[in-house]
């Protein structure tokens, strides 16, 4: 089981931006597709992009051309730079190792206008 935490949430106003942070431990991470996803108030949780372990990339289309997810498999850390936020961005944010049980406690995003 791979632990995950997230950081770097916090309250923004719009057309801000931020970068969330997912550090994993355990040694599949390199080898791992990893995701990022979000559950608004009241919303099913939704996905909002993903990294293969080449490096491979897919967006949800109301993110893309504003937000941007990397990794750093020495750090063993995922990103999500989100620029031009907007309301609808506010949610809890949650990475995830794909195809497992392994999620991360979520952080919260909040983008005021």
């Known amino acids: 089981q791979v632990q995950l935490v997230e950081s770097g949430g916090g309250l923004v106003q719009t057309g801000g931006s931020l970068r969330l942070s997912c550090a994993a431990s355990?040694?599949?991470?390199?080898?791992?597709?990893m995701g990022w996803y979000r559950q608004a108030p009241g919303k099913q949780r939704e996905l909002v992009a993903i990294i293969t372990s080449g490096g491979g990339t897919n967006y949800a289309d109301s993110v893309k051309g504003r937000f941007t997810i990397s990794r750093d498999n020495a750090k063993n850390t995922v990103y999500l730079q989100m620029n031009s936020l907007n309301a609808e961005d506010t949610a809890v944010y949650y990475c995830?190792?794909?195809?497992?049980?392994?999620w991360g406690q979520g952080t919260q995003v909040t983008v005021s206008s």
């Open positions: 355990g040694s599949i991470f390199s080898i791992a597709a």
């Open positions: 995830h190792v794909l195809q497992s049980s392994s």
